[in-house]
């Protein structure tokens, strides 16, 4: 009967994911791009684990140096940012 239990608890605790705060060098990362955006209010430390991954995904390469593409790239980021509930504070 011990046996069953510490098997079922064994089960369950191995099919939660595993949640894992992001690498310090990738917050970094994402802060940086954030400030060239504009957005040098946002904390990223203070960002949710999928937030930190997609902004990640998203201003990974070059950074547009204006027009459309730059306007597109803070629109997606803003609706990121908007993910988890996080608000720009004034």
Known sequence: MIRLAVVALALVLATEPAQAEPNAQLVSSVQHRLNI??????DASSLTT???????LKLQGPLPGGGFRWMNLRQETQVILNLDGFALRD
């Open 37 to 42: 955006l504009g957005y040098q209010r946002v």
């Open 50 to 56: 999928r937030q930190i991954a997609m902004l990640h």
